[in-house]
Nanobody, 115 residues
Framework: QVQLVESGGGSVETGGSLRLSCGVSSAMFGSRLAWYRQRTGEQREFIALIKPGGATEYADSVKGPFTISRDDGERTVYLQMNNLRFEDTGVYYC??????????WGQGTQVTVSS
């Protein structure tokens, strides 16, 4: 069973930055890592992903200000969030999909952006 633990969430003012981290309990080699966000009362939405070779994809709403990265040696995936807006508020979840298609989720970390 793979465990994912997010950290780095918190409260920040509009225009501020946060860096989320997600620690993975097993080797990440061959796995796709992603971040999702869930606003209150809404469905979970895709934010960003990074493939085993390092290729990245982003939701249109976060292209530019957000950057996903991974450190396979440290078993950690990051989400650098700059120029945060009120609408970026939500619970951010880390997701891992391994080479066999099995999917795992973290427990989430709250990000609150206020003016």
């Amino acid at each position: 069973q793979v465990q994912l633990v997010e950290s780095g969430g918190g409260s920040v003012e509009t225009g501020g930055s946060l860096r989320l981290s997600c620690g993975v309990s097993s080797a990440m080699f061959g796995s796709r890592l992603a971040w999702y966000r869930q606003r209150t009362g809404e469905q979970r939405e895709f934010i960003a992903l990074i493939k085993p070779g390092g290729a990245t994809e982003y939701a249109d709403s976060v292209k530019g200000p957000f950057t996903i990265s991974r450190d396979d040696g440290e078993r950690t995936v990051y989400l650098q969030m700059n120029n945060l807006r009120f609408e970026d508020t939500g619970v951010y979840y880390c997701n891992l999909t391994n080479a066999w298609g099995q999917m795992y989720w973290g427990q989430g970390t709250q990000v609150t952006v206020s003016s």
